[in-house]
């Protein structure tokens, strides 16, 4: 969820904050190689994406605007604002989608807003916004469950609300919001597992170490990793599964599991940033062989692969059509067309020989450093 996404990932991290203390924290789980202990947010045996009330996925790409409908948006002179729990690459990626179609629809965007993960701050932006009478509103709630309060007054005033992965608690699709859009959750997990798994030669220990709160993007992702790994390579061995409540606490899991784990093949975090704590712990213990697949592309994490590092897989959605997605279902919404309650998009698997296509999907150009790494 930069999105960098923060990544899908830091995404994740920034709409659930708030649920973040009652996660269980990273000590709440203890492993061995005889015994992983369960948890309710990892396993789950789930065989698809489905929302957070059992919603049934609408694939963007079912999303079209006749000739007629698009000069009917265009006649309607509508107003835009784009509201986004924190600006990142990802969410970056998402906005220029959403401002291209827009560009293409006559839709004015008359506000942009980065929150920066303060719900103070987004709350003050939602009011900012609404004084330049804006028709519909895309972005993400830094706070699902204060969100609905600091959203409120754009209901009451009849603007359309467009959510980026889920909207506010107690929130009715079709009545207080007209769409949610979010990545194909269920494939960006199968895609991490089937990375790693084949990185891994299907045999080995692996150590799954993921987001411990209840928050349905992550939670799919991880519960879509481990049942994909354990149907698919059922030669490979979870070793160890331990949750994490705060990110930056990644790095110190990963190096309890690493020392109670010296044969480890391979570890799976949750997104990103975490990831880069598992990097920092692999490279504090000199270790060389465990490879390492998360979600969401992420400048550092592109690096170490490029160079051939620990990481063997990034799994990221089509941020930019993300963005157009948003776009084409607030514009829906305008003209009075059912918007998808659950729209979903594709997912990339992005390794060292098709990193390029990584950032394309984001519209951005590969860094300098990850062209310099992939060049040595």
């Given at each position: 969820?930069?999105?960098?996404?923060?990544?899908?990932?830091?995404?994740?991290?920034?709409?659930?904050?708030?649920?973040?203390?009652?996660?269980?924290?990273?000590?709440?789980?203890?492993?061995?190689?005889?015994?992983?202990?369960?948890?309710?947010?990892?396993?789950?045996?789930?065989?698809?994406?489905?929302?957070?009330?059992?919603?049934?996925?609408?694939?963007?790409?079912?999303?079209?605007?006749?000739?007629?409908?698009?000069?009917?948006?265009?006649?309607?002179?509508?107003?835009?604002?784009?509201?986004?729990?924190?600006?990142?690459?990802?969410?970056?990626?998402?906005?220029?989608?959403?401002?291209?179609?827009?560009?293409?629809?006559?839709?004015?965007?008359?506000?942009?807003?980065?929150?920066?993960?303060?719900?103070?701050?987004?709350a003050n932006q939602i009011q900012t916004a609404l004084a330049r009478k804006p028709n519909v509103i895309l972005g993400q709630a830094v706070d699902p469950t204060t969100g609905g309060a600091a959203y409120q007054a754009a209901v009451d005033q009849g603007v359309k609300l467009i959510y980026a992965d889920q909207a506010p608690e107690g929130y009715?699709?079709?009545?207080?919001?007209?769409?949610?859009?979010?990545?194909?959750?269920?494939?960006?997990?199968?895609?991490?597992?089937?990375?790693?798994?084949?990185?891994?030669?299907?045999?080995?220990?692996?150590?799954?170490?993921?987001?411990?709160?209840?928050?349905?993007?992550?939670?799919?992702?991880?519960?879509?990793?481990?049942?994909?790994?354990?149907?698919?390579?059922?030669?490979?061995?979870?070793?160890?599964?331990?949750?994490?409540?705060?990110?930056?606490?990644?790095?110190?899991?990963?190096?309890?599991?690493?020392?109670?784990?010296?044969?480890?093949?391979?570890?799976?975090?949750?997104w990103a940033q975490p990831a880069q704590g598992v990097l920092a712990a692999l490279n504090n213990a000199g270790n060389t062989t465990t490879k390492l697949a998360t979600i969401d592309l992420d400048d550092t994490i592109a690096t170490n692969m490029a160079a051939k590092g620990a990481t063997v897989g990034l799994v990221c959605d089509k941020a930019?059509?993300?963005?157009?997605?948003?776009?084409?279902?607030?514009?829906?919404?305008?003209?009075?067309?059912?918007?998808?309650?659950?729209?979903?998009?594709?997912?990339?698997?992005?390794?060292?020989?098709?990193?390029?296509?990584?950032?394309?999907?984001?519209?951005?150009?590969?860094?300098?450093?990850?062209?310099?790494?992939?060049?040595?």
């Amino acid at each position: 969820m930069n999105r960098k996404r923060l990544t899908i990932g830091v995404v994740a991290l920034a709409a659930s904050l708030a649920l973040a203390a009652c996660g269980g924290g990273a000590g709440g789980e203890k492993s061995s190689s005889s015994a992983v202990p369960s948890n309710t947010v990892i396993d789950k045996k789930i065989t698809g994406t489905v929302g957070p009330k059992g919603e049934q996925p609408t694939h963007v790409t079912d999303l079209k605007l006749t000739d007629a409908e698009v000069a009917q948006v265009k006649a309607g002179h509508f107003k835009a604002a784009l509201l986004w729990h924190e600006m990142s690459a990802w969410s970056g990626a998402v906005q220029q989608g959403a401002l291209d179609e827009f560009a293409r629809l006559g839709i004015e965007v008359v506000a942009t807003a980065d929150a920066k993960f303060d719900p103070a701050t987004q709350a003050n932006q939602i009011q900012t916004a609404l004084a330049r009478k804006p028709n519909v509103i895309l972005g993400q709630a830094v706070d699902p469950t204060t969100g609905g309060a600091a959203y409120q007054a754009a209901v009451d005033q009849g603007v359309k609300l467009i959510y980026a992965d889920q909207a506010p608690e107690g929130y009715t699709w079709g009545k207080q919001y007209q769409a949610i859009v979010t990545g194909d959750l269920f494939q960006l997990g199968k895609r991490a597992a089937e990375a790693l798994g084949k990185a891994m030669g299907g045999k080995g220990e692996v150590g799954i170490i993921f987001y411990d709160a209840q928050f349905h993007v992550t939670n799919m992702r991880d519960a879509a990793f481990k049942v994909t790994l354990q149907k698919e390579f059922p030669d490979i061995k979870i070793v160890a599964q331990q949750g994490f409540s705060d990110p930056n606490k990644a790095e110190e899991i990963a190096n309890a599991v690493i020392a109670q784990h010296p044969n480890l093949g391979g570890i799976y975090t949750s997104w990103a940033q975490p990831a880069q704590g598992v990097l920092a712990a692999l490279n504090n213990a000199g270790n060389t062989t465990t490879k390492l697949a998360t979600i969401d592309l992420d400048d550092t994490i592109a690096t170490n692969m490029a160079a051939k590092g620990a990481t063997v897989g990034l799994v990221c959605d089509k941020a930019y059509e993300f963005g157009k997605a948003m776009a084409v279902s607030a514009a829906y919404s305008l003209i009075g067309k059912q918007a998808p309650e659950f729209g979903i998009v594709d997912a990339v698997t992005v390794t060292r020989d098709n990193i390029a296509e990584g950032y394309a999907a984001w519209h951005q150009d590969v860094p300098k450093a990850v062209k310099d790494a992939l060049n040595k």
